[in-house]
């Protein structure tokens, strides 16, 4: 729900900033929103019993949002 707050209030600044800024932006925040909607369905598809590191990796483990977060950031 914070995320998606975000996302509102950097698009509602957009709204103010010059086209040549602004349509990039709004390229990005689309594929933000994307991103979003895909890790929330995978929260909810995920059961509450997936074990850490059951499948090799952390993907589903306690840290989720900020492992999903560092691969962003690569």
């Not at 729900?1 to 209030?9: F, G, I, P, S």
């Not at 995920?46 to 690569?74: C, I, Q, V, W």
């Given at each position: ?9 950097m ?23 994307k ?40």
């Open positions: 729900q914070e995320a998606n707050e975000t996302l509102a209030e698009e509602e600044e957009l709204r103010y900033a010059p086209l040549t800024f602004r349509n990039p932006m709004m390229s990005k925040l689309r594929n933000y929103r991103d979003l909607a895909k890790l929330h369905r995978e929260v909810r598809s995920t059961p509450l019993t997936a074990a850490p590191g059951g499948r090799g990796d952390l993907k589903y483990g306690t840290y989720t949002l900020e492992n999903e977060h560092l691969d962003f950031s690569m």
